[in-house]
């Protein structure tokens, strides 16, 4: 009887999430009907005119697709990359530091950025690499021009790209460092004595030991390989950068609110879940295949 009331008690304590979830992430998918519709506000969702698979080949005509579908790709896997090496070569940095107050100081000064908002830290970045900002001053000192950073085309999905690694990699990190006290110390203790350098713990010990947390977030980042960020793209671009910044979200937002064309919004929206669903069970397999590392 005790058992079966504390079962009841965990139900109780998981209801807000169900809740929570069935009103914002399942109750809304009834709208992907809108993709095969040719959805006329006034008339409705169920009285819009059927049109099928229409819009999807409408999307693939306009000249757009195939840009934001490159852009998102490119970002993404760009952003992948850096937040799998970078906090990897600063959790292996930091593992070296054997003075405690710096090492705690360091990681604190690093976690920062990561739960700053993007509508804070875009302020912040524009301000930094404006025409008479902090970054042209300094470029000028050494007899730069000014550059316009964010109205170049060829610079902005770099800048993208840096900007979201320096504020990632600090908490990123932490899965790294927790994967790295799991090394038993004697392994260190018995290359010691055999006369190994630094390089060569890292290399045989250090690299070895924490392989399968490498790999398991190595594949499992693939199902965020057409996530490239809104929020932060959106709060950074301008009409000079869409031909490398515009992504599918943000070009969702753009002809879906703004423009009004809710179907093909819809159509493009749901083609990239689709196929993010794809990645991500593909991910899930490769996890389990070579991670070891199973949901159920």
């Known amino acids: 009887m005790k058992n079966k009331k504390f079962i009841k008690h965990y139900y109780l304590m998981l209801l807000p999430g169900y809740i929570w979830l069935i009103l ?58 850096g937040n ?78 840096v900007s979201d690694v320096w504020k990632s990699f600090g908490f990123n990190a932490i899965v790294y460092l927790a994967a790295l006290t799991s090394i038993n110390p004697s392994l260190y203790e018995s290359a010691a004595i055999d006369g190994a350098t630094r390089m060569k713990n890292l290399w045989y010990i250090t690299l070895p030991g924490i392989s399968s947390t490498i790999v398991l977030l190595g594949v499992l980042s693939l199902g965020n390989v057409l996530n490239a960020g809104f929020d932060q ?6 009409p000079l950068v869409y031909s490398t910044g515009d992504i599918i ?24 879940s689709f196929i993010g669903f794809i990645m991500i069970t593909l991910s899930y397999y490769l996890a389990s295949k070579f991670a070891n590392y199973r949901i159920f």
């Open 24 to 81: 914002f992430s399942i109750v809304p998918m009834f709208g992907i009907v809108i993709a095969f519709k040719d959805y006329n506000p006034g008339l409705g969702i169920w009285r819009s005119e059927w049109i099928g698979l229409e819009n999807f080949r409408y999307m693939f005509l306009l000249s757009d697709s195939k840009t934001i579908f490159c852009n998102t790709i490119f970002i993404s896997v760009m952003k992948i990359i």
């Open 84 to 161: 799998l090496v970078v906090p990897l070569i600063f959790a292996l940095l930091l593992n070296e530091v054997r003075i405690n107050v710096l090492k705690r100081s360091v990681q604190t000064i690093v976690y920062l950025p990561h739960f700053l908002s993007w509508v804070i830290l875009a302020g912040i970045i524009l301000d930094l690499f404006a025409y008479t900002g902090p970054i042209n001053q300094l470029l000028s000192v050494f007899g730069v021009e000014p550059i316009l950073f964010f109205a170049r085309s060829d610079l902005f999905p770099w800048l993208v790209i």
């Open 233 to 238: 793209i959106f709060n950074l671009y301008n």
């Open 249 to 272: 979200d943000t070009w969702v937002y753009r002809v879906g609110l703004m423009n009004m064309q809710y179907s093909l919004a819809t159509a493009v929206g749901l083609l990239k």
